[in-house]
T-cell receptor
Framework: GESVGLHLPTLSVQEGDNSIINCAYS??????FIWYKQESGKGPQFIID?????DKRQGQRVTVLLNKTVKHLSLQIAATQPGDSAVYFC?????????????FGTGTQLKVEL | NAGVTQTPKFQVLKTGQSMTLQCAQD?????MYWYRQDPGMGLRLIYY???????DKGEVPNGYNVSRLNKREFSLRLESAAPSQTSVYFC?????????????????FGPGTRLTVT
């Protein structure tokens, strides 16, 4: 029979506007967080990371905010461009004795409208 | 540097067949990972290898085996493929780096293998 896939949350923005993508994480002991961008047919690509001892980090056109009180992470993209259209994943890291293991969120589809 | 490479890019199997997905990295990373990604979902960790000679189960290990052949290569084997294993498989590698006030645990991903089991 036909299978129905899950639908990703979608954020549609106009080109040039700012985008804010939100993520709730699960483990209060997580010490490191990453945002990845995944374009169609490709593997995830690193955007920006932040450690748990920080609440804000800025990169080129991107800012990540971390609120440990409510276990919330956000990615802000300034002046969104068509090339920003992709699925964005947050991931949390819990450092174990055997190395780091990332746990990924389900992702948000960002669509940039011209 | 090629980064992380995976072969094959596409594969169709019949139920019960076996196959091995290959992964190699040229960044001299200690840690390597195998994930699967199903439609509309995030990546789920199948197995990982924190360093050469060690492997550990991730979130969804059932139906898979892995081999860390050497520091560069980490293979994933499906002994008896099932339709539920239809997915896109990603390999990744990482090395903890220290820089200024932060350390990075960034994982670098390969392009993926699209597997269909009929």
């Amino acid at each position: 029979g036909e299978s129905v896939g899950l639908h990703l949350p979608t954020l549609s923005v106009q080109e040039g506007d700012n985008s804010i993508i939100n993520c709730a994480y699960s483990n209060s002991a997580s010490d490191y967080f990453i945002w990845y961008k995944q374009e169609s047919g490709k593997g995830p690509q690193f955007i920006i990371d932040i450690r748990s001892n920080m609440d804000k980090r800025q990169g080129q056109r991107v800012t990540v905010l971390l609120n440990k009180t409510v276990k919330h992470l956000s990615l802000q993209i300034a002046a969104t461009q068509p090339g920003d259209s992709a699925v964005y994943f947050c991931a949390e890291n819990l450092l174990t004795g055997g190395g780091n293991k990332l746990t990924f969120g389900t992702g948000t589809q960002l669509k940039v409208e011209l | 540097n090629a980064g992380v490479t995976q072969t094959p890019k596409f594969q169709v199997l019949k139920t019960g067949q076996s196959m091995t997905l290959q992964c190699a990295q040229d960044m001299n990373h200690n840690s390597m990972y195998w994930y699967r990604q199903d439609p509309g979902m995030g990546l789920r960790l199948i197995y990982y290898s924190a360093s050469e000679g060690t492997t550990d189960k991730g979130e969804v290990p059932n139906g898979y085996n892995v081999s860390r052949l050497n520091k560069r290569e980490f293979s994933l084997r499906l002994e008896s493929a099932a339709p539920s294993q239809t997915s896109v498989y990603f390999c990744a590698s990482s090395e903890r780096t220290s820089g200024g006030v932060t350390s990075s645990y960034e994982q670098y991903f390969g392009p993926g293998t699209r597997l269909t089991v009929t």
